[in-house]
């Protein structure tokens, strides 16, 4: 086991499972839970209603609204109901870590992904649809939550964000094929089935994250080896009782540090925007230059600038040394650059001009990904990053993307004028660049050696053994894969 650079801790532990497989393994599960994103609001997938020309000649519906009878209204709630499951369930599992092996928690959230998106292609009205959505959500919570902090506890010291990039780089590459592919299965076979080929391709992750032996997060003490809450508390005291209290602990804990806040109060502000784009980009293109082509053209834009902007962001920052410091400097000037950028984009009268400046605009916004979640791991110690990622990520849609689309539409039907409105709405750019350059003066600590497992006492002769079970000699990472 020399030759691959892993500690040899356990024998169990088989000698394929490095570090890099693990990467791979989670940047496609990450990958088919935002292909599905794709595939609900993919043509072929959701489909249209029944439409009638002015002879009564009249085309039948296609997919999910066709086949359901759905207005747009309920065909918009299946596209954002996931978000209902997502953030019920991200604290929960971030909270059940603390009790239950993390690595067990993301199969039975995969399990559950896996079940209801299967459930998805056998619904058969609005509301069965509309649950099964629901659940994809929770099954997608445990992984959101937990895959990060596995990631940043088996990659290279100097790598750490060129990794978290890699896997965040993913979220922009599976939306788009899940557009071409909900589009293709949609048309060729029928769009139930590109709901059943999803769940079948989750299907081994899910079961090999029962099935390996599982994995251990730093700051956190095998399973086999805590005194269970339960045991220290007062029998009459609920488990669900205990649990509440500790999140509630956490949270307090997170509320009360300044950096974490600092850097979340930044990203929702980023995500506002960055889900503002995605919804009414495409419409704000047609109308300022009447682009035939705004969805393609959009569409294009994004993936290729999430794909390239993500990689690099995550490449500078370990170029520069990943610290909590550098990463807000980064997170300020990357934003700040790509917010003139993109407001002078919208500026200009031509659409020649509006493409190149835009590209670029992204391609800077887009480079926080990595640097803005390598702050959310490392401000916080190794047993609360579960919680820190979990209550980032509700944050970042609650008052982020949920509320700043419609917020968007309110402003354009005041002013009815899309060029003011993208305007307005790209100017949010500069206050989360602003809220950032305030977390370069924050006294910051990394706390990824600091031990956090405060709420579980480890006991026996595996306590001192709280190293992840993919431990690589961080000086010498292998070139093999």
């Known amino acids: ?56 000649i009249c085309s039948s519906g296609t997919g999910i609204q066709g086949d359901f009878k759905l207005n747009n209204f309920e065909d918009g709630v299946l596209s954002s109901a996931f978000m209902v499951g997502l953030l019920v369930a991200s604290p929960i599992f971030a909270s059940l870590a603390k009790s239950v092996n993390p690595f067990r928690l993301i199969g039975v959230g995969l399990s559950v992904w896996t079940f209801s998106t299967a459930g998805c292609g056998f619904s058969f009205n609005f509301w069965s649809i509309a649950v099964c959505r629901m659940l994809v959500g929770v099954g997608e919570a445990s992984f ?60 081994p992750f899910a079961v090999f994250g029962f099935l390996v032996k599982p994995l251990q997060l730093k700051g956190f003490a095998p399973a086999e080896c805590k005194v269970p ?58 109308n300022i230059y009447n682009m035939s082509n705004a969805d393609l053209v959009f569409g294009g834009i994004t993936v290729v600038c999430g794909i390239f902007g993500t990689l690099a962001g995550g490449f500078i920052l370990d170029h520069m040394t990943a610290t909590i410091s550098n990463a807000f400097k980064l997170l300020s000037g990357a934003t700040l650059l790509g917010a003139i950028f993109c407001f002078s ?19 800077l916004i887009f480079a926080t990904q990595a640097p803005v979640n ?18 980032s990520t509700v944050s970042i849609h609650i008052f982020g993307d949920v509320p ?32 950032w350059f305030i977390g370069v003066f924050l006294k910051s600590n990394d706390k ?34």
């Not at 916080?380 to 990053?385: A, G, L, Y």
């Not at 956090?452 to 709280?466: D, F, H, Q, Y």
């Open 374 to 391: 390598y702050v959310c791991l490392h401000c916080v110690k190794p047993s609360m990053r579960p919680i820190s990622m979990a209550v």
């Open 144 to 203: 959101i939550s937990l895959a990060a902090p596995f990631i940043d506890d088996n990659a290279p010291a100097t790598e750490k964000t060129a990794w978290l990039a890699m896997f965040y780089m993913c979220i922009p590459t599976g939306v788009a094929l899940g557009y071409v592919y909900g589009g293709v299965v949609g048309t060729y076979l029928n769009w139930r089935y590109a709901f059943w080929i999803e769940a079948l391709l989750m299907l």
């Open 404 to 435: 700043s689309s419609p917020l968007v539409g309110v402003l354009q039907d005041s002013i009815n004028n899309w060029r003011v409105t993208t305007l307005i709405l790209t100017s949010v750019l500069f206050l989360s660049s602003a809220i």
């Open 1 to 56: 086991m020399a030759g691959d650079g892993i500690v040899d801790s356990s024998p169990a532990a088989p000698s394929w499972f490095t570090p890099k497989r693990l990467l791979l393994i989670f940047c496609a599960v990450n990958m088919l839970n935002y292909l599905d994103r794709g595939v609900i609001a993919s043509n072929g997938v959701n489909g249209s209603l029944e439409t009638c020309d002015d002879k009564g």
């Open 345 to 363: 984009a919208f500026c200009f009268r031509s659409l020649s001009g509006f493409i190149p400046v835009f590209v670029v605009g992204e391609l």
């Open 229 to 286: 809450l339960a045991e220290r508390a007062e029998k009459s005291t609920p488990m669900i009782m205990i649990q509440l209290s500790l999140v509630l602990k956490d949270l307090k804990v997170l509320l009360l540090d300044k950096v974490y806040v600092v850097n979340v109060l930044g990203y929702i502000a980023y995500n506002a925007v960055i889900g503002a784009y995605s919804y009414w980009g495409p419409k704000a293109g047609y």
């Open 448 to 481: 990824f050696n600091e031990d956090g497992e405060e709420n579980e006492v480890p006991t026996g002769p595996k306590a001192a053994s709280l190293e992840p079970l993919l431990e690589e000699t961080r000086n010498d990472i292998p070139n093999n894969f």
